[in-house]
């Protein structure tokens, strides 16, 4: 989680990564991206991104395997604008976050 600010230390932006392992070779991760427009709408949205591996290319761990291994792998992702809850969630985050890290 991360918080951008201006040069006046004011919170103008909002970022959030999550990367989870669902298996050998395999994770699924989101992330946000939020700004604060300066009418104080959120503007963002949420990605999600989805990757497997073939089981085959995880038995070798030489840097051209883990190339081909990478360049292989199956991906599938999505982006969805942040609707009214996602754009109150980040305002509470964000709040949250600037209480505990501040400018």
């Known amino acids: 989680m ?27 991760g989101e992330a946000v ?4 427009q300066p009418d104080g709408r959120i503007a963002g949205s ?20 883990l190339q081909r291994m990478r360049d292989g792998a199956k991906r ?7 609707d009214a809850t996602g754009q109150s969630q980040v305002r509470v985050l964000a709040a949250w976050l600037a209480k505990r890290c501040p400018g």
């Open 2 to 28: 991360s918080l951008m600010r201006d040069s006046t230390g004011a919170v103008i932006g909002f970022q959030e990564l999550v990367q989870v392992s669902t298996g050998v070779g395999a994770s699924v």
């Open 33 to 36: 991206l939020a700004s604060r």
């Open 46 to 65: 949420l990605m999600r991104t989805e990757i497997h591996m073939s089981a085959s290319a995880l038995q070798n761990f030489d840097s051209v395997s």
């Open 76 to 82: 599938t992702s999505s982006r969805t604008e942040l």
